[in-house]
C-alpha cells in the first residue's frame, strides 16, 4: 500500500515479496532473507541520502499542488502540500478554479503532476495561472530515458523537482 517510490514503502514491498518468495520455494529461503536485508537496507540509505539533499534545498518551506498518484512521494520528500487533485480528466472547471485559488492563497511554487496520467496540459495550466512552475515526475522505473531501475528513478525525480525548484526561486 502507498507509493512504491517512497523508500520505506519500496522497502515493506520488497519485504513482502521476500516472503511470498520463501512460502512459493522454502528451499531457498534463508537465501531470499538475506538478500532482502540486503536490499531493504540499500533502499533506506537511499532514501536518507535522499532527504538530506531535499532537507538541504529547504523543501519544506516549499508550498505545492500535485496529482494524487504523487502525493505520496511529494508528502515524504518534506514539500508543503496544499491540495492534491485527481485524474484531469475528471476535474470539472469549478474544481480548478478552486485548486487554483486555494493555489494563489498559499503562495504555491509547484504544480506536481504524474507521467502516468497521460497529458500534463491541465497541470500546466494550472501552474501558469498560479504563476507557479510544473514539473512532471514518474512513479515506475523505466518512465524518463535513462531511470531503468528504482534508485535511477528516484533519483530522477528528485533532480527535477530541485530544478523546478530552483526555476521558481529564479
Given at each position: 500500500?502507498?507509493?512504491?517510490?517512497?523508500?520505506p514503502?519500496?522497502?515493506?514491498?520488497?519485504?513482502?515479496?521476500?516472503?511470498?518468495?520463501?512460502?512459493?520455494?522454502?528451499?531457498?529461503?534463508?537465501?531470499?532473507?538475506?538478500?532482502?536485508?540486503?536490499?531493504?537496507?540499500?533502499?533506506?540509505?537511499?532514501?536518507?541520502?535522499?532527504?538530506?539533499?531535499?532537507?538541504?534545498?529547504?523543501?519544506?518551506?516549499?508550498?505545492v499542488?500535485?496529482?494524487?498518484?504523487?502525493?505520496?512521494?511529494?508528502?515524504?520528500?518534506?514539500?508543503?502540500?496544499?491540495?492534491?487533485?485527481g485524474?484531469?480528466?475528471?476535474?470539472?472547471?469549478?474544481?480548478?478554479?478552486?485548486?487554483?485559488?486555494?493555489?494563489?492563497q498559499?503562495?504555491?511554487?509547484?504544480?506536481?503532476?504524474?507521467?502516468?496520467?497521460?497529458?500534463?496540459?491541465?497541470?500546466?495550466?494550472?501552474?501558469?495561472?498560479?504563476e507557479?512552475?510544473?514539473?512532471?515526475?514518474?512513479?515506475?522505473?523505466?518512465?524518463?530515458?535513462?531511470?531503468?531501475?528504482?534508485?535511477?528513478a528516484?533519483?530522477?525525480?528528485?533532480?527535477?523537482?530541485?530544478?523546478?525548484?530552483?526555476?521558481?526561486?529564479?
Amino acid at each position: 500500500k502507498g507509493n512504491w517510490m517512497v523508500p520505506p514503502v519500496q522497502a515493506e514491498a520488497v519485504d513482502r515479496i521476500a516472503q511470498d518468495l520463501s512460502e512459493i520455494d522454502p528451499e531457498n529461503s534463508a537465501y531470499y532473507q538475506e538478500k532482502v536485508e540486503e536490499r531493504r537496507q540499500a533502499i533506506l540509505a537511499k532514501g536518507e541520502e535522499i532527504q538530506s539533499r531535499l532537507k538541504g534545498a529547504k523543501v519544506s518551506e516549499t508550498k505545492v499542488i500535485c496529482m494524487e498518484h504523487q502525493a505520496g512521494f511529494v508528502k515524504w520528500a518534506g514539500f508543503d502540500v496544499v491540495a492534491i487533485y485527481g485524474r484531469p480528466e475528471d476535474l470539472s472547471v469549478a474544481e480548478m478554479e478552486k485548486l487554483v485559488n486555494q493555489a494563489k492563497q498559499a503562495g504555491v511554487a509547484l504544480v506536481i503532476d504524474n507521467l502516468q496520467s497521460g497529458a500534463t496540459a491541465t497541470s500546466e495550466a494550472m501552474a501558469k495561472d498560479i504563476e507557479a512552475v510544473q514539473v512532471t515526475m514518474s512513479n515506475f522505473p523505466g518512465g524518463f530515458k535513462g531511470t531503468e531501475t528504482w534508485e535511477k528513478a528516484i533519483d530522477k525525480n528528485v533532480d527535477l523537482l530541485l530544478q523546478a525548484l530552483n526555476d521558481w526561486r529564479q
